[in-house]
């Protein structure tokens, strides 16, 4: 996502958070003597955290306040701008953020001048349930999902699918259709595989079908087209919002933790957070600092390995 400290004792307590050691001989991705830390409180439902390099800052969502949020070590929080019950949230590469918004059922990219422009709301004719979490590619092209966990009226899609947008045509493709609820999404850092989580069958789905799936975070190819390739394999866990770091490791949010994944799969340790998270980045000027929007909170730790990232045009 070497690896040359000293290994933490298992369930080091730290000042708001628990780190629990690799169970093995495994060096620990957290950074030696790291403490989860409360950045900030006081928020309803937070998500969609992505860090801006050029400004130093990170940007964030307060879903049920219908704001996006920033904080800065200097400055500390306060208001980005106002949203549409916005949820996951990137920068493209030019570094314009784009947001998934629950609300106005749209993805959406803030320009430069702080005007916005829908990239996409509809498939076919018909509206996305809602928008909930994305991943670029380096082409251009923009990934995400559709659960309807922001959803208010009826479905005019029949399904909670995982879809595909080119830049170039605006064209929107779906790539998979056999998820319950597709939540986090995220490639590897060399883009050879995408990571797409699905939290778990509910009776929302318009389809009873789906209605008993057990959560799972899936892994598939992405083909030399940039298309979907075939599964590779499965977590046996949901997450909601996810992050790679430079060495293809996994950090997911479930279960009220931070869980860390190598790149195939294998469960290498946990985090504890003091809030439940729902969705994590990397930022800092080193890209070694793990920001955790959970609840009404933000939280953060250093970890050895930087995030991996998207070059950018800024």
């Known amino acids: 996502m070497s690896r040359t400290y000293t290994c933490f004792v298992a ?22 003597d790291a403490k989860v830390t409360k950045l900030a409180g006081g928020m309803q439902f937070t998500e969609g955290p992505v860090w801006l390099p050029t400004e130093k800052k990170l940007v964030f969502s ?19 701008r106002q949203s549409e019950n916005a949820n996951g949230n990137i920068l493209d590469l030019q570094g314009r953020i784009i947001s998934c918004q629950h609300g106005a059922r749209n993805l959406i990219r803030i320009e430069s001048t702080g005007k916005t422009t829908v990239l996409a709301d509809k498939f076919n004719g018909k509206r996305f349930n809602s928008p909930n979490d994305a991943a670029i590619h380096s082409s251009g092209s923009l990934w995400f999902t559709d659960p309807p966990w922001g959803l208010t009226g009826a479905h005019e899609i029949p399904g909670h699918w995982v879809y595909k947008l080119d830049p170039k045509t605006n064209k929107v493709d779906v790539v998979l259709k056999t998820l319950a609820m597709p939540n986090g999404i995220v490639f590897s850092p060399d883009e050879s595989r995408i990571y ?20 799972s975070i899936q892994c598939h190819e992405i083909t030399r087209k940039g298309g979907l390739g075939k599964k590779l394999f499965h ?63 933000l939280y953060s730790v250093r970890m050895t390995q930087p995030g991996a990232r998207i070059k950018t045009d800024n």
């Not at 307590?13 to 950074?31: E, H, N, Y």
């Not at 879903?63 to 208001?79: A, F, T």
């Not at 770091?245 to 931070?258: A, E, I, R």
Request: aromatic share 6%; with cysteine.
């Open 196 to 215: 797409i989580a699905d939290t778990g069958g509910h009776e929302r789905h318009p389809d009873p079908k789906y209605h008993d799936l057990p959560p």
């Open 62 to 80: 307060d879903i049920p306040n219908s704001k996006l949020m920033q904080w800065s070590k200097q400055d500390g929080l306060s208001v980005f």
């Open 235 to 297: 977590i046996e866990a949901g997450s909601d919002g996810m992050a790679v770091d430079v060495q293809g490791n996994l950090y997911t949010t479930h279960s009220g933790n931070v869980h860390i994944y190598d790149a195939n799969g294998k469960h290498l340790e946990q985090i504890d957070v003091p809030e439940g998270p729902a969705n994590v980045c990397f930022g800092d000027n080193d890209f070694k600092t793990l920001f955790i929007t959970a609840r009404t909170s």
């Open 11 to 32: 369930h080091l307590l730290v000042l708001a958070g628990t780190i629990v050691s690799p169970a093995d001989d495994r060096k620990s991705l957290v950074a030696p």
